[in-house]
């Protein structure tokens, strides 16, 4: 059963226009959201947490939203650049766990 | 210091082979992880260690053996291991507040395995 749902599943978009990549959870009992990076062949590098009761965070061209209510999260990544092609991850953390529950991601291309 | 590493990067055995794979963290975590990742697929939990003991196991063959000697180590025994377990193995480490994850998750680069 997939808990964690990235839509689509490969995004691409020319250098300069902003991308939204969407992730969607069904528990509402979510403790922790957080946005991963991964080029390929390579491990995950971390980009955003976001805590239950945060409603966004911020850093540099990224922006990642949180609504528990719709079960959906969001990141921003402002007047991309081809260095932002890879795929991001986005992850959920339940209330009293211990793991992470990981959509499927989206492969970003950003062409010059 | 948000470094997890991961050794060997590389690594290519035979069926019959036994060999490890390591991974180190120096940030103070409690928990440490071990994933498998196929090739566009995102990364499957297999084991997880909390304060040095085995906390999940995700139902992984006995081919597969963790261990974790100290709060900063963690190794993975691999024994007859099939071609299908061909993948990308990822550590991770996390903070835990009373038992739980409340923190980031940091992954180290991962060791590729290749199983002929």
């Known amino acids: 059963k997939q808990e964690v749902t990235q839509i689509p599943a490969a995004l691409s978009v020319p250098e300069g226009e902003n991308l939204v990549l969407n992730c969607s959870f069904t528990?509402?009992?979510?403790?922790?959201l957080q946005w991963f990076r991964q080029d390929p062949g390579k491990g995950l590098t971390s980009l955003l947490l976001?805590?239950?009761?945060?409603r966004e965070q911020t850093s540099g061209r990224l922006n990642a939203s949180l609504d528990k209510s719709s079960g959906r999260s969001t990141l921003y990544i402002a007047a991309s650049q081809p260095g932002d092609s890879a795929t991001y991850l986005c992850?959920?953390?339940?209330?009293?766990?211990?793991?992470?529950?990981f959509g499927g991601g989206t492969r970003v291309l950003v062409k010059p | 210091d948000t470094e997890v590493t991961q050794t060997p990067k590389h690594l290519v055995m035979g069926m019959t082979n036994k060999k490890s794979l390591k991974c180190e963290q120096h940030?103070?975590?409690?928990?440490m992880y071990w994933y498998k990742q196929k090739a566009k697929k995102p990364p499957e939990l297999m084991f997880v260690?909390?304060?040095?003991?085995?906390?999940i196991n995700e139902s992984v063959p006995s081919r597969f053996s963790p261990e974790c000697p100290n709060s900063s180590l963690l190794n993975l025994h691999l024994h007859a291991l099939q071609p299908e377990d061909s993948a990308l193995y990822l550590c991770?480490?996390?903070?835990?507040?009373?038992?739980?994850?409340?923190?980031?998750?940091?992954f180290g680069e991962g060791s590729r395995l290749t199983v002929l």
């Open positions: 991770a480490s996390s903070q835990l507040d009373m038992g739980f994850l409340t923190g980031e998750l940091f």
């Open positions: 528990d509402s009992a979510i403790y922790n």
């Open positions: 976001i805590q239950s009761s945060q």
């Open positions: 992850a959920e953390i339940k209330a009293a766990g211990n793991k992470l529950t």
């Open positions: 940030m103070g975590h409690r928990a």
């Open positions: 260690y909390s304060y040095e003991k085995l906390s």
